[in-house]
């Protein structure tokens, strides 16, 4: 779905988000400030490259999740296509895996859905400007896996794979829902282990949730 929307000039934004009811407050809430204008709004992650061709927006807003393609891949392929376009990430998701899939997909900044509304509309203005725009838990947890030993930081993948452990899910379903092969996500736990200085599944996700590398559990 798209729609084009018609509004006064200013910075020029595409709002992503598979929601109706939060796509609506969103472009609501920034469509009240005068030097922000909504261009466009899809709900399709699939759809984000020809619609910044079309629209030509300073900054894109994309949600993380979504079903078929998600945020991380949107950006990637935009960013394939358009290397200087702009996406400032909008989710309720703050782990490890999520922030480092975003950052490394190239968004402009990671902001979470419950920032009050002027930090909202301030992340938008400085991310069309090019600043990298951090909310401050997500900072913080980017500062403490720079901060930790390099043999301790766990690859985005690494992340992935034990969060999904912690998650409950076996080698297999870790599998299926990273669509990786059983021996890879092995490979994966055993450099965890490795790195975390552990020796089995149990021990990583206690030991990471301690330092900050994992959430803890809700």
Do not use: C, Q, W
Not at 82 to 95: C, E, F, I, M, N
Not at 196 to 216: H, I, Q, Y
């Amino acid at each position: 779905m798209s729609a084009v929307r018609a509004g006064s000039s200013g910075l020029r934004l595409l709002v992503v988000d598979d929601h109706p009811v939060v796509r609506a407050g969103i472009v609501a809430l920034l469509s009240a400030e005068t030097d922000l204008e909504v261009v466009a709004e899809l709900d399709d992650g699939a759809a984000v490259p020809d619609a910044f061709d079309r629209l030509a927006p300073d900054l894109v807003l994309m949600d993380l999740r979504m079903p078929g393609v998600d945020g991380v891949e949107a950006t990637t392929r935009l960013r394939a296509r358009h290397p200087g376009a702009r996406v400032l990430v909008l989710t309720t998701y703050d782990t490890d895996a999520d922030i480092l899939r975003a950052v490394e997909a190239g968004a402009t900044g990671y902001l979470l859905k419950d920032a009050p509304r002027a930090d909202l509309s301030d992340a938008v203005r400085r991310a069309a400007r090019g600043e990298t725009v951090l909310a401050p838990p997500v900072a913080a947890r980017l500062l403490t896996r720079l901060r930790a030993p390099a043999a301790e930081r766990l690859t985005a993948r690494e992340t992935e794979v034990l969060a999904a452990v912690a998650r409950g899910l076996s080698n297999a379903g870790v599998a299926a829902e990273l669509f990786i092969g059983e021996a890879t996500v092995k490979s994966h736990l055993l450099r965890v282990f490795a790195k975390l200085g552990v020796d089995d599944r149990t021990a990583a996700v206690t030991v990471a949730m301690s330092r900050g590398l994992l959430p803890p559990p809700v």
